[in-house]
DNA sequence: CGACTCTTTGATCCTGATCAACACCGGTGG
DNA sequence: CCACCGGTGTTGATCAGGATCAAAGAGTCG
């Protein structure tokens, strides 16, 4: 079931850690950790170190864990899970797990969403490098404040607009990150992780989408939806 | 309509104020802001003013005007209003208006709930009185934390058990004000507020208080319900 | 006394949960 | 190559909680 069924987040000797972020890494230009190549943020790529391959339901890191690093998505996806809910969902370029620089300790698990490799940003080096470069230390705390925003489960509105603002989300989030692209979405968690995270059962999920084929608004694959009719999805929200 | 239309916060000079905060207070007991005559706190009763009547419907406080004073209700009630909704109740004895500290403004409307008079603590005073006791600041830091976690408005659970809790916390406020007293637990605000405040059609509240006395928990009177069986509220919440 | 407002109660509707049946798909073993 | 199998997604049927609407008491104030 694990390719890599250890926490990584103690240790990442079980996984042979390389320095690999650099232009060439596929999300170089939108990362969120350099942000896209940001000059006074060069010093992070120094630090990294990517791990992986998490598999399906891997767990990244533990609840009351120590702190020892954040992380960011290379590919595939993350979800961070409370008391049973997925409260956040993490794509490529995303930096999280900043949330535990105050307690020292990890308030929730992260687990993989089908493969995914991880860059794994240290500590100490993280510290370290917020010391030096008032740049650093600005960054990560407005990712920071970021991450929190993200993790505030919407609970309010119709199921329909929760899914509506659910693929909307991501598709920002996503055309940020893979720059200007398709109207494809993809959605490789499942229907109960999606229910979970927007409050609502996984066959309400599946209706709401159905819903907004039959409008013209989307079209439904086997591994995400193609947004076709951006507009009026977002009209949904006057 | 209004026994007294002007807005309170601003000046007191339109109603007479008067010194008479002291023992013989129907509430001096359990006051928040002398907390039942604590030597610590007794400057507090010679900046108060007493103001009123208000009638239904007055405004006490109005969004964005300048923060002059905190209150106190002295009899009657009065609920926190923002956004159309009513996000608490203020019964007699209880402080409020301190969550404009920070911001110099206050953020919603008070309004009266029949007729209510108030104890008015204006600002400059209560600030000389915070700058010479360290106790009297501590107190109204307290209070403020207080407020803010009333405020927060409880929107999970069946509609049965939010209004079994909102009888609850009415039952244990007034206890604490009035000291041990009957079951009875007045309502002087219409079956619309408490609906707003707990997020739910009159209609539910008139249904869900029919079902409580149906099953021998409570009473129900013109202007309020007695608790006829305590435990099988709190028994709700398990 | 009469107009008004608020509460109560009944009837109906809507949303979304739950349960069950079925389709689909990838993997496994013969 | 094909039959089988378990997991996931889709879809229909049913159910429960509350909202909404309407009509009938019950105070309340002029």
């Not at 797990?97 to 500590?123: E, I, M, Y």
Request: hydrophobic share 40%.
């Amino acid at each position: 079931m694990s390719t890599a069924s250890a926490i990584a987040s103690q240790s990442s000797t079980s996984r042979r850690p390389s320095v690999c972020c650099n232009a060439s890494c596929r999300h170089a230009a939108a990362c969120e950790a350099t942000r896209g190549g940001d000059p006074d943020l060069l010093d992070m790529r120094e630090v990294v170190e990517r791990v992986g391959p998490f598999s399906e339901g891997d767990r990244l890191v533990q609840p009351d864990a120590p702190h020892l690093a954040a992380f960011a998505v290379h590919s595939g996806l993350a979800k961070t899970v409370t008391e049973g809910r997925v409260v956040a969902f993490h794509l490529p370029g995303e930096l999280f797990a900043l949330d535990a620089q105050r307690t020292q300790t990890h308030s929730a698990s992260v687990v993989a969403v089908g493969k995914t490799w991880f860059c794994r940003f240290p500590r100490t080096a993280t510290d370290a490098l917020c010391e030096h470069s008032a740049a650093i230390a600005t960054h990560l705390r407005t990712l920071r404040r970021r991450e929190r925003a993200f993790t505030r489960r919407a609970t309010d509105g119709s199921a329909l607009e929760r899914v509506t603002s659910f693929l909307l989300e991501l598709f920002d989030r996503r055309r940020r990150v893979e720059g200007i692209g398709s109207g494809f979405v993809p959605l490789p968690m499942s229907r109960d992780d999606i229910g979970s995270y927007l409050g609502m059962s996984a066959a309400t999920v599946t209706r709401m989408l159905a819903r907004l084929r039959s409008d013209g608004s989307i079209a439904i694959r086997a591994d995400g939806v193609d947004v076709l009719h951006e507009a009026s999805l977002r009209d949904r929200f006057l």
